[in-house]
């Protein structure tokens, strides 16, 4: 690419994530890299995957930031395997969160939606969704999706509104959707229905259970029903007592009067929703307030009262209490019982409280008239799809909620009491009540002729276009060139929360409408949580924006957006001693190497602020390799391009460890492992190519062997290429940026479009050459260990005495010795055989010794007795310490006898181990005072 060719190939001493991911970003969405559907890959197999629309509303949040991150890596990668991949954006319309914000714009204006009327209001909530709405796309390219945005889609645009229509009326006419009164979720703030899913159950709340007596009607005594909701005792229409409890059989088919109301109520019996021992034995019932009540009434043929407005005022069927906010009322109904003398007492009562998860208020069942979809006959096949391993859910411990959900599904409600939606295309005949269902509205009533004809007034559930999404988005129900080719999609990723919400749902309707699943992998990922484990709230101010972290900012700025955010004091004061100085600017690509750190099957992902800033550290880290490797490369004419041959042992070694990492960064990837993929590729980068390849290097280099030197600097470049490459679906700007200043013939023109590497074919497994290495390398880290240990500065020089204890050993230390004299700053000598070395204090003067599995070896001249002394008794009394806890440990018969085996045995080896470098620090120490 021209870009990286007009550089300077000279590196800037540091990263800057700043001068880098804009720029890039930039080129990439101008050269159209992102899209689906290059006349090159025309014949290529395709990967699809669908965004999960975010809310029109939505700013970006390390959710969707963790989100965001997996998908791209599964896109990146499936383009550089050579895919034709679409990785579809769009925003949800979210129609009660939208209502919600424009709702309250309108409340600093002193208006209500009432106010504008219907029309008016659309048009201001659509005026507001062009000046605000979408800001979340914006803000995931900061991240670096690589989502196709020529073909964003938003669930109100006109095709995706044709595919919602569409859909109803072939339910509709399906009989799988259908009208009907019923119990339902009554959200009195918001005004609308509420599916079982849009409910979160309170649990723990410290509520009362209050007793009350209904005087029978003929006088004969009184029956004391509980209750946690008094205000509902107004909607009663029977008492239900248990048929087999002695206590209430003399009252069977016997008659209450209501106090406030002029009703007589029946006792009924009902051995399924009665437990003789809980309470009085005797039940209220209330069927049009209440799931229980709503299902003993329809058994027993009960009237269904409704008490409330949709405001959640009472209603004249409330008497006395009409008018009245229920909670008012609820304490209005107990004075008014204690004043009639039919009060009998309070008692404290933990409960469960139902919320609207939108607007947070306490949820009324109430009886309504709704639009529903009938879910029985839509799940099977769903459930079948996945019985029959058509679909895939990871991880595989949500299949079995999957199935309990499925396996007991409840019809859907679809119909919402708002404004902002898709529109239930259905029209109302005022004159016989006829229900027309078409796809255009009709101009006159089939049934009786007249042209007394209302639009319904209700819209769906968001939900309902959701569902649609993997193939309304590719053109549905138009049969598409887009549908035809990119429908079924792959892969589905997304939260655990919405499995049903969402899902489930696109399953249903992928089946039923297009014949086939929507896509063959769920990949289901956990919430992400601040470092205690705590769900991100702006109230406990504990809240972390990814562009806080891709950016930088302040501790005051911290505070200050959590203060706007509405945060607690609490929150604010957990604010100022977690992250006193803020931010500093870590980039996006650290911030995505942190998210792919954690299991993306961990329900709780806790964001830890330490993991970026070592992320950070690892991109400076690669920056700084690649600095050094271009800077070694310079004046040598090399490119990277195919495998190189070597025969030095670090070349065979660094492409040996490179070729492992690769087949675990694939591995891991595919079986959307990807923590496992980016460890695999973390640790070579910093253990292998970093702390151990490009000091292995430098003496090959500096060797003056020009073909040394050179397979050296083909190795290197390669090794190098390679890595940045299988890193580029993780790591795609500091990738990018370096991966354009390596020397290359017939590259592609961006790393995106390079293929992602294969661990047969760019790297070559070498076990021989790694056991050499791992020879070597416990040598050299056993000299440095001691030069550390006894404070031996770098330039001091030292005589390196070995014995190999296998063939093997000596082979690998006479071809590595110059390595070992470089890295570990020494003159290397190997004995011939191991007399000296079978008693090194005899014969090595003030000698330092080290042991290895195959080799060991004493460094004279080192030890200072005094302070060997010292040290070996600090290490032995530790030691003691640790094998008297383990000895105690091994004693309790009870721990050896419940804990697991390998447990045991672990204990007793480490209890080994000790013991027997407790011995050896005792022989030492003998041999310093002899």
Known sequence: MSEGENRSNAMPKAYSPAD????????????????????????????????????????????????????????????????????????????????????????????????????????????????????????????????????????????????????????????????GTRLVNWDVQSQTVLSDLEVEQEEGVQGELFDFAYPLADGSGEIVVSTTR????????????????????????????????????????????????????????????????????????????????????????????????????????????????????????????????????????????????????????????????????????????????????????????????????????GACGEVHVSRTPVDACKKCGSTQLTADPD??????????????????????????????????????????????????????FMGEPPFSRVLLAGLVTDERGEKMSKVKGNVIDPLDVIHGATGEELVAKAEKAGAKASGIKYLKSTYPNGFETYGADALRMTLLSYSPQAKR?????????????????????????????????????ARPTPSSLPNRFVLSRLAHAIRGAREGIDAYRLDDASQALYHFVWDELCDWYLELSKPLLDSGDESLVRETAETLLYALEVTLRALHPMMPFITEEIWQRLPKTDAAETIMLAPYPDAEADALEDAEAEASMAILQDVISRVRGIRAEHDLPRAKHVEIVVEALDDRARKALEEGRIFVEALAGGTLQIEADGKRLAEPH????????????????????????????????????????????????LGNESFVARAPADVVEKAKADRDALAARKAQIGASLARLSG
């Open 605 to 641: 992902i806790a964001l830890s602020i330490k993991r970026i800033e070592g992320y950070r550290n690892f991109a400076n880290k690669l920056w700084n390799a690649s600095r050094y490797a271009l800077m070694r490369l310079e004046g040598l004419d090399v490119v990277a391009g």
């Open 459 to 512: 819209v769906l559930d968001t939900w309902f276009s959701s569902a649609l999404w993997p193939f309304s988005t590719l053109g549905w129900p138009e049969e598409t060139p887009d549908l035809a080719r990119y429908y079924p999609t792959q892969d589905l990723e997304t939260g655990y929360d919405i499995l049903f919400f969402w899902v489930a749902r696109m399953i249903m309707m992928g089946i039923h």
């Open 20 to 179: 880098t991911e804009g720029r890039w970003y930039a080129i990439w969405e101008e050269r159209g890299y992102f899209r689906a559907g290059r006349p090159e890959r025309a014949n290529a197999p395709t990967y699809t995957i669908a965004i999960p629309p975010p809310n029109v509303t939505g700013t970006l949040h390390m959710g969707h930031a963790c989100r965001t991150t997996f998908e791209d890596v599964l896109t990146r990668y499936h383009r550089m395997r050579g895919f034709d991949t679409l990785w579809i954006p769009g925003i949800d319309h979210a129609g009660i969160a939208t209502q919600v914000v424009v709702e309250r714009q309108l409340a600093r204006e002193n208006l209500t939606r009432f106010d504008l009327g219907r029309e008016k209001f659309i048009e201001r909530v659509w005026q507001w969704k062009e000046e605000s709405g979408g800001t979340i796309l914006r803000q995931l390219r900061k991240m670096g999706a690589s989502c196709d945005w020529s073909r964003t889609k938003f669930t109100m645009d006109p095709d995706l509104s044709r595919a919602v229509t569409e859909a109803f009326v072939r339910l509709y006419e399906e009989g799988l959707i259908y009208r």
């Open 842 to 889: 005899a014969h090595f003067e003030g000698a330092a010794v080290f042991a290895g599995p195959s080799v060991r070896g004493a460094i004279p001249g080192v030890i200072d007795p005094e302070k060997e002394r010292a040290r070996l008794t600090r290490e032995l009394a530790k030691i003691e310490k640790e094998l008297d806890a383990l000895e105690k440990k």
């Open 230 to 429: 008094p205000e509902t005792m107004l909607g009663d229409t029977a008492i239900a007592v248990h048929p087999d409890d002695p206590r209430y059989q003399p009252f069977h088919g016997k008659s209450v009067k209501h106090p406030f109301v002029d009703r007589l109520i029946p006792i009924i019996c009902d051995a399924e929703l009665v437990d003789p021992k809980f309470g009085t034995g005797a039940v209220k019932v209330t069927p049009a307030h209440d799931w229980n009540d709503y299902e003993t009434g329809k058994r027993h043929d009960l009237p269904q009262i409704n008490i409330l407005e949709k405001d959640g005022t009472l209603n004249e069927n409330a008497g006395p209490f009409k008018g009245m906010e229920r909670f008012a009322a609820r304490k209005a109904v107990k004075e008014k019982l204690e004043e009639l003398g039919l009060a009998r007492g309070v008692k404290k009562h933990v409960m469960t409280l139902p919320r609207s998860q939108r607007s947070g208020t306490v949820v009324e069942p109430m009886i309504s008239t709704q639009w529903f979809v009938r879910m029985e006959p839509l799940a099977k096949p769903a459930i079948e799809a996945v019985e029959q391993g058509r679909i895939k859910i990871l991880p595989e411990e949500w299949v079995k909620t999957y199935f309990h959900w499925l396996r007991n599904i409840q019809d859907w409600c679809i119909s919402r009491q708002l404004w902002w939606g898709h529109s239930i295309p259905a029209q109302h005949c």
